[in-house]
């Protein structure tokens, strides 16, 4: 049998085949890739256009890093293999902590400047990341995805429910007034000052938190996106959260509850504006924080590699790996740079290389042309943010459940009856991971410089892990087994 001249990574197919195969890549990772500007603009409390700003950003920088990805640019950067890369829900937890700490412009310079140091960074230690594989077993990897999911979820609900917890209830301001000025007569009265209110602040519930129509329709998204999933086939079953949130727009219009006017307002063609916030900030905690995101991110692409790999059937070597790893490294300072966020191997569509069988990294530098040019269609990015938050609620849910999922089936493989340290190990670590949830304010009186570490429940996770791993079972693990989680984490 003789072996092809051309392997089949890098055979050009015919021009129509080609743009088929890469539009059917990118509707893979159009729903998640326009999701994580959507969380965090909105944490920002940006304006609308601004967010549609930031998802144009996305979709440009998403192909831009494809491109050297898979088309390959010096033997530094692209590992000139099928992938595309979109930006990781790793950073989503702390960078909506950053946001909620700084809200606006102000913090989305703080957030973009984080990015840009996180990714130098990255791109500076991505020959050594290979040899850190042994700190991060399935134990480690497992605990941490998990808890990314969780920290997640309370975003896919504020989704469904209208906002987040805060908003359900608003303070009764004319039930304020008449409760101050009731303890001011009662202190004239007495001769004595008004001193605290007895009693608590009046609350007033928001009509809109929770309402049963647009819960409803959230409920629709997510039975309409499990309804494919069961009985999809192929193509549709892999985007079916895409087409979930499609339906959910439909019956959106049709009950009158989304408008496309900020889409007609919305240019046809722009150029994405470099630094369009101004000059970011550099904040050490903030970029030690994203850094050590990055490197979470950087063994979960190495198992991708070593996944895609096998899958396409073309031997990587260490200089390949690291110039894989090294170009998150650099698409994470262009993200920075154009105004959006860390960037790494997508899985989803890795897996649609093995379903396909279409193993030409040509098929993915197609796709990344094609998200060139959607990124400077700004009528683009206005549409995805017209989408409302409720028709993204029953979405968010399965996105952000199936990161949870896959964390937990990591650990499924983790022995725990033989080794019960790994118990305390899992336990401590998402106890830790847990404190930022259910106690927002937890760390209201230690050093205000520390705020953004302790606010990121995904960071406390992965520092917790990785110490308490070395202190219970030491350094002697092997690298393979933590290879093999990072192919199991098939959700970012």
Known sequence: MTTPAVHPVDERLPAGRLTALGLQHVLVIYAGAVAVPLIVGRALQLTPHQVAMLIS?????????????????TRWFGIKLPVMMGVTF?????????????????GARAIFGAIIGSGIVAMLIAPAISKMLRFFPPVVTGTIIAIIGISLMRVGVGWALGGPASMAQSVNGPA??????????????????????????????????????????SAAVLVFILLLVRFGRGFVANISVLLGIVAGCVVAVALGKMDFHKVAQADWFAFVTPLAFGMPTFDIVMILTMSLVMVVVMIESTGMFLALSEITGKPIGQAE??????????????????????????????????????RSRWVCVAAGLIMVVLG????????????????????????????AATG????????????RNNLYIVALSIGFGMLPLVAPRWMQQMMHELHPLLESGILLTAIS????????????????????????AEAH
């Open 57 to 73: 950003a996305d979709l440009f920088c998403c192909g831009i890093v494809t491109l050297i990805q898979s088309f390959g640019m």
């Open 90 to 106: 790793a950073a989503v937890g702390p960078m909506v902590a950053f946001a909620n700490a700084m809200p606006g412009v102000e």
């Open 176 to 217: 304020l007034v008449r409760m101050v000025d009731a303890a001011r007569a009662a202190a004239e009265a007495r001769g004595t000052d008004v001193g605290k209110l007895i009693g608590p602040i009046p609350m007033v519930d928001n009509p809109a938190y929770g309402a049963l129509d647009t819960l409803a329709i």
């Open 321 to 358: 790996l690291a110039a894989g790893l090294r170009t998150d490294g650099l698409g994470t300072v262009i993200g920075g740079f154009f105004n959006t966020f860390p960037y790494t191997s997508f899985s989803q569509n890795v897996g649609l290389v093995g379903v396909t069988g279409v």
């Open 376 to 403: 400077l269609l700004p009528k683009m990015g206005a549409l995805v943010e017209s989408v409302p938050s409720f028709v993204l609620g029953g979405a968010g849910l399965v996105m952000f459940g199936m990161v």
């Open 408 to 419: 937990i089936r990591i650990l499924t493989a983790v022995d725990f009856k033989g080794n």
């Open 465 to 488: 892990a990785v110490l308490l791993n070395l202190y219970f079972n030491g350094l002697g693990g092997d690298a393979r087994d933590a290879i093999e989680a990072a192919k199991a």
